[in-house]
């Protein structure tokens, strides 16, 4: 397989999951993996409806109908990722575990310290919308190298992994491969500062931190099965090393194949591989026929 990036118009496959028989530790009896993952679901619906409203202001700054189409593209699938990951919230708390107090906070840091601000026009509002497209890109950089990592997270169906949940996953992480060029490319050709492009990742690098971890330890104190359920960075560091997370090793060389003055998103993830599960994802087939 390939890393190259052939040139496939992007679409929103409008997918739709039955959580009915997913359990609450759906990779079973490791309640500390499955919410580690399950904080995709409280970050996700709230920063991706935050990607689209950014880049609904940035349309009017791009001049390549090519990156416009791509832009476009981008924003219908990331708008059916943040619902797909919503609708997981009701079925959680039927099973004993409300994520709102968390969800709240996240909803904060994306509306209100990332949200539109009341600024001159001009230059201080373009700045900021600059600023905002580059976090983006930044954080897309780890949205692909997680949709590469579950895509070749054979360990998970080792451990009997739920399949609808490991369906929902994978087709995320697809897409996020298959788009994983987009934001870098919209930087790049709105702005391209090679300094702002290190800021914004030292910021949304320390964001995804603190927000994961935060999200996790949520979880795991709040999981009505569990007495005392904590988590540690000792317990994400054995699970990636048991293959059930990604690796502390591959995480830190993410980090200055990012900051590379010569990086760009087609170094993440195989194309190939992304299209292959997405012609095979129960869910996105189903969609196909939908649509058909």
Do not use: C
């Not at 832009?71 to 699938?77: A, D, E, S, T």
């Not at 702005?191 to 320390?206: I, Q």
């Not at 010569?262 to 095979?280: C, K, V």
């Amino acid at each position: 397989m390939s890393n190259t990036q052939a040139r496939v118009p992007l679409k929103a496959r409008k997918v739709s999951f039955s959580w009915d028989g997913t359990p609450l530790h759906w990779v079973p009896e490791d309640p500390f993996t499955t919410h580690t993952i399950n904080v995709l679901h409280l970050l996700l619906p709230a920063g991706e409806r935050w990607f689209v409203h950014v880049y609904k202001q940035v349309l009017p700054y791009i001049r390549d109908e090519r990156l416009r189409e791509d832009v476009i593209g981008f924003i219908g699938q990331e708008a059916m990722h943040s619902q797909a990951h919503d609708e997981v919230l009701p079925h959680l708390r039927e099973l004993g575990l409300d994520p709102t107090p968390y969800t709240a906070q996240v909803d904060w840091f994306f509306e209100k310290l990332l949200g539109d601000r009341t600024l001159p026009p001009g230059r201080p509002r373009r700045w900021w919308l600059m600023e905002r497209v580059a976090l983006i890109a930044a954080i897309e950089h780890y949205t692909a190298f997680l949709g590469n990592w579950v895509l070749n997270a054979e360990e998970l169906d080792r451990r009997g992994a739920d399949p609808t949940m490991l369906d929902l996953l994978r087709w995320h992480g697809a897409e996020e491969v298959e788009h994983r060029s987009v934001a870098f490319e919209l930087f790049m050709h709105v702005d391209g500062s090679y300094r702002r492009r290190v800021r914004t990742w030292a910021t949304a690098f320390s964001a995804l931190v603190f927000l994961w971890q935060r999200g996790a330890r949520f979880f795991m104190e709040n999981d009505p099965s569990l007495i005392d359920g904590k988590a540690t960075f000792k317990d994400f560091h054995v699970r990636g090393r048991r293959g059930l997370l990604p690796t502390t090793g591959d995480m830190l060389r993410s980090i200055p194949r990012y900051l590379s003055r010569d990086y760009h998103p087609s170094q993440e993830g195989d194309t190939e591989q992304a299209a292959a599960y997405l012609a095979s994802s129960p869910a996105a087939t189903a969609a196909e026929k939908r649509a058909a």
